[in-house]
């Protein structure tokens, strides 16, 4: 069974980074082991929340975990709370990158053209910097935007994308894939880059029309664990893509309309299936 490290925060009410990641990796067959970055008592769009930073506990838990020779099949971050911890990930990533593993980076920090109400422009800037380390990056476009300092449209052509794309891979990643992205009316979905290649990749389905938080989160939790169940990134991506989808959908037909996270529990079942279907020897 391939083993996966997630470093992002536990929010214990809100549905998102790990209370999202732990349950979707297990659930695709992958050991997921967990670093807290901070817990907070719901995520940040709720008012009022509290939070305590672990950035202290990073350097003794991943020292006893080099002591007991722990390797892992993927290290993927996701939200981090302060440019600390951006740093402590270089540390990281020196002490677990091997050649037979990847690094997967969900920049998160900003949505619908807006940094989350934690970070500022120095944040971005630590954050792309970050990227440079990855196999692959799954921002959004917001979060591109901002790492790239490109201007933020709604409305937009492929040419728009591929520039994107193009100075995302300049961050140095490997893989570049821009997440929420519509290349026609009622489409959504992803548009990558592999550099090593400078091959396009674009995978499209129906959009649903309805925004929840910690829809990236599960997008990014189930690409790690498809590639982690041997897919191809892109195949990974479609997998994501479908899943996400498929749970927005579900989450609206609940009648008490949770505006803070979707309803992912009831189509993990679907997402165990596919896999099976999709089974890769
Ligand atoms: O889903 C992204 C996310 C993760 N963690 C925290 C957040 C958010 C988005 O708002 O606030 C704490």
Not at 164 to 189: F, H, M, N, Q, R
Not at 192 to 207: A, C, H, I, P, S
Not at 216 to 240: L, N, P, Y
Request: aromatic share 10%; charged share 20%; with cysteine.
């Amino acid at each position: 069974m391939k083993r996966i490290l997630t470093v992002q925060d536990i929010s214990c009410l809100g549905k998102c980074s790990i209370t999202v990641a732990l349950p979707v990796i297990s659930a695709m067959g992958v050991e997921t082991v967990i670093l807290p970055t901070a817990v907070l008592s719901t995520h940040t769009m709720f008012q009022g929340f509290t939070v305590k930073d672990l950035s202290d506990q990073i350097e003794p838990i991943t020292a006893h975990w080099k002591s007991q020779d722990v390797q892992f099949d993927a290290l993927y971050t996701g939200y981090l709370g302060t440019i600390e911890q951006i740093e402590q990930m270089k540390t990281l990533f020196k002490t677990f990158k091997t050649d037979d593993n990847i690094i997967f980076i969900d920049p998160v920090m900003a949505d619908n053209g807006k940094l989350y109400p934690a970070f500022d422009e120095n944040y971005v800037k630590a954050n792309a910097e970050l990227c440079g380390f990855a196999d692959i990056i799954v921002p959004n476009i917001t979060e591109a935007c901002f790492m790239t300092g490109m201007e933020y449209k709604t409305e937009y052509d492929e040419a728009y994308i591929k520039e994107l794309l193009d100075k995302l891979a300049a961050l140095g990643p490997k893989i570049v894939v821009l997440t929420g992205v519509s290349c026609s009316e009622g489409k959504t979905g992803v548009m990558g880059l592999d550099t090593t290649k400078n091959e396009y990749f674009v995978y499209q389905n129906d959009r649903v029309d309805a925004a929840y938080h910690g829809t990236g989160d599960i997008f990014s939790s189930v690409c790690v664990g498809a590639m982690m169940r041997g897919h191809t990134w892109q195949k990974a991506m479609e997998i994501a893509a479908d899943y996400t989808a498929l749970t927005i959908a579900e989450t609206l037909k609940n009648p008490k309309k949770p505006w803070y996270g979707v309803d992912f529990e009831a189509t993990l079942p679907v997402l165990i299936d596919t896999l099976r279907e999709k089974e890769v020897d």
